[in-house]
């Protein structure tokens, strides 16, 4: 049986192990279904935007045409930089009226285990997604803000005693160090400037994610669709946004937003 369609980052929802969905054009496919068995992914030599539905020669920022990347809200700076937000100060990036939507809304400050801890910022609607497509197999509340820019500044704040990316080799061979989140967020209050204090969460919930790996592999090798146009190996996982298979092969799948692939199994 076969699918084909643009595909987008896989849905992922929180049970005793991570349940994996990918789009494929009109169909929603249960990933889980695939772990210990064969499949094979062929990319069909096109790639359409995610935002405007043109078709590109290129993807730019995980899905789009190089004019919505130029132009397009949802692939400004700030999303990865969200200190430099500038909606609280009604000032446009590039539509204030969807940097407003987007970052005055409590956003949220978190330590996770990735490959080590690693602080990061996310709209709270966004958790727990957002720990689950970063890999991490722990992590715990931090602070909350009533806008993006505040969460960014705590963010860099901390950039000096921890990491804010993850090495995704690391993450992807499930190596990462032991370590009290409760007694890390503990010591992390501490380096924060007084101003920032309000905002912290008291509360010290550390949420644990189990994802759907029968075995991880000692060594990766990262493959994608414009260099391998046909892949067909043995599903052995699913850890973030990657599909993870039996001889080290790993596939980022939200790095390959808007190409149209048919899967096969």
Known sequence: MQFTGQIRKMYAKLGVEVEYHLPIGDDLIAMNQFVGKEISLAFQHQIICIKCGRETVKSFNQGFCYSCFRDAPEAADWFIHPEKSKA????EDRNLSYE???QLTPHLVYLSLTSDVKVGVTRDTQIPTRWIDQGAVKAIKLAITPNR???GMIEVSLKNYMADKTNWRNMLMNIYPTIDLIEKKNETKALLASEYHQYFVEQNEVLEI???VINYPVKV???GFDEVPE??????????QYLLFANGIVLNIRKHGGYVITLSY
């Not at 609280?88 to 000032?91: D, E, K, N, Q, S």
């Not at 892949?231 to 973030?240: A, P, R």
Request: without cysteine.
């Open 100 to 102: 407003e939507e987007v």
């Open 221 to 223: 090798k990262s493959i």
């Open 149 to 151: 820019y505040l969460a």
């Open 88 to 91: 609280h100060l009604g000032i």
């Open 210 to 212: 189990n994802f759907p």
């Open 231 to 240: 892949y067909t190996g043995k599903l052995v996982g699913i850890k973030g």
